[in-house]
């Protein structure tokens, strides 16, 4: 099993910044690939960005050139680095791990961006 808490979220004003973070721990040793998903308000869930056990990287294009993901292996953590934040990035955001059995998923964390 993996276990994964989301950590960072808050209120932040349109053009700053937030960096979420995403702690595992568990069978770190199954998980192939992370990232972090979000729900906007009325609106499906969107993958916002994935990294992979080779690190390398996609992104959605709403967030490309704005936001990275990188991983910690020393410490099995998971950043989402948030820039130039917009108040369409408003929603909450879960971390998920890829492993060959099954998804595992946090419990979220909220960014509001005003404006």
């Known amino acids: 099993q993996v276990h994964l808490v989301e950590s960072g979220g808050g209120l932040v004003q349109a053009g700053g910044s937030l960096r979420l973070a995403c702690a595992a721990t568990?069978?770190?040793?199954?998980?192939?690939?992370m990232g972090w998903y979000r729900q906007a308000p009325g609106k499906q869930l969107e993958l916002v960005a994935i990294?992979?056990?080779?690190?390398?990287?996609n992104y959605a294009d709403s967030v490309k050139g704005r936001f990275t993901i990188s991983r910690d292996n020393a410490n099995n953590t998971e950043y989402l680095q948030m820039n130039s934040l917009k108040p369409e990035d408003t929603g909450d955001y879960y971390c998920?791990?890829?492993?060959?059995?099954?998804?595992?998923w946090g419990k979220g964390t909220l960014v509001t961006v005003s404006s």
């Open positions: 990294i992979f056990r080779g690190r390398r990287t």
């Open positions: 568990g069978d770190i040793f199954r998980i192939n690939a």
């Open positions: 998920f791990a890829q492993t060959l059995g099954m998804d595992y």
